[in-house]
T-cell receptor, first 115, second 114 residues
């Protein structure tokens, strides 16, 4: 079945450092790929998405490129801020099923950014 | 309106109680979902409703009973829960049947079973 593997955390960085969170996936067909962010005590927010190979998703300074050849969707940001401290989930949605779609999550990566 | 609204935000219930979680969206999304999230873990899918019909039940115990009264509302009825059911319960919706554009999640109901 489908699966998502994220780099293990926690990740601790200083403000303005460069961020990479690795994500690789296994899926049949051509999944859509997502990064979700969860701030403490809140639900998940869609950070960015890519729906086909070589698409680049971007939002709030974060970027990720859908790489079919390496089955990867790594999250990057050039200069992190304290407010970026959160848990980041990589996820995929498989080809449309009979009805409703299933979102498969990675284990999540806790990011802490220190001033 | 681009939100999914969940009520209540916090709920404490005894093991003999009956309670309900509510979820509402007005984005015209036709698929709605219930997820359960334990601390420091990813969300786990419980139920999927598509066009107001239950399409996926991930072998969830019968003490959890979902209901979709109309295309904007989703309920989760709780009865005779166990302490291990304490978790964050997340509702989500997506456009059409495909998750190609991603889900919109609510902020969740934090449930404590005592």
């Amino acid at each position: 079945g489908d699966s998502v593997t994220q780099m293990e955390g926690p990740v601790t960085l200083s403000e303005e450092a460069f961020l990479t969170i690795n994500c690789t996936y296994t899926a049949t067909g051509y999944p859509s790929l997502f990064w979700y962010v969860q701030y403490p005590g809140e639900g998940l927010q869609l950070l960015l998405k890519a729906t086909k190979a070589d698409d680049k998703g971007s939002n709030k300074g974060f970027e990720a490129t859908y790489r079919k050849e390496t089955t990867s969707f790594h999250l990057e940001k050039g200069s992190v801020q304290v407010s970026d401290s959160a848990v980041y989930f990589c996820a995929l949605s498989g080809p449309q099923e009979t009805s409703g779609s299933r979102l498969t999550f990675g284990e999540g990566t806790q990011l802490t950014v220190n001033p | 309106d681009t939100e999914v609204t969940q009520t209540p935000k916090h709920l404490v219930m005894g093991m003999t109680n009956k309670k309900s979680l509510k979820c509402e969206q007005h984005m015209g999304h036709r698929a709605m979902y219930w997820y359960k999230q334990k601390a420091k873990k990813p969300p786990e899918l419980m139920f999927v409703y598509s066009y107001e019909k239950l399409s996926i039940n991930e072998s969830v115990p019968s003490r959890f009973s979902p209901e979709c009264p109309n295309s904007s509302l989703l309920n989760l009825h709780l009865h005779a829960l166990q302490p291990e059911d304490s978790a964050l319960y997340l509702c989500a919706s997506s456009g059409g049947d495909s998750g190609i554009y991603g889900y919109t999640f609510g902020s969740g109901t934090r449930l404590t079973v005592v």
